[in-house]
């Protein structure tokens, strides 16, 4: 039974500047804020930063997995308020939950945390999934 206020189990995904580098090569975002450090540091970053785009990628992978599947997901918003900062030769954590916003019949509405090193990456975060009719809300 899905209830308002659950709060669903946090997943943490590991990223590095190996993650960052394959991420480059398959979007063909070259953009070198997200490879190369004096660069990034020239232009006012902390260090290199991960892909505004793969955070989102992993953070929708987090609710497709809760949802059963892509098909499930009617709507995945967010707004960028902090960098994902990936120093060199670290791997750094995204670390994704969620809580049961609302349940309307088969309709899940999720409100969404991410974070990584304690810092808030995302803001105003949610979802909205229709579970399959096999699963109870």
């Known amino acids: 039974m899905i209830t308002v206020g659950e709060v669903l189990s946090a997943k943490v ?28 540091k020239s232009v006012g970053l902390p260090n290199v930063i ?3 785009m793969l955070t989102m990628a992993l953070v ?8 059963g599947g892509s ?7 967010g707004r960028f308020v902090k960098p994902v ?5 670290e791997k750094v954590d995204l670390t994704v939950s969620a809580t049961i916003a609302e349940v309307n019949g088969s309709d899940i ?5 991410a974070t990584s090193a ?6 105003m975060a949610k979802a909205l999934i ?3 009719a096999n699963v109870k809300s």
């Open 13 to 40: 995904f590991w990223v590095d500047r190996e993650l960052l580098k394959a991420y480059a090569d398959a979007s063909g975002d070259q953009n070198p804020i997200h490879q190369d450090e004096a660069f990034a």
């Open 50 to 52: 991960a892909h505004g």
């Open 60 to 67: 929708g992978k987090f609710v497709t997995e809760f949802a």
């Open 71 to 77: 098909a499930s997901v009617k709507e995945f918003s």
């Open 85 to 89: 900062i990936v120093p060199a030769g």
């Open 109 to 113: 509405r999720l409100d969404i945390s």
């Open 118 to 123: 304690g810092v808030k990456v995302l803001g």
């Open 130 to 132: 229709t579970l399959p």
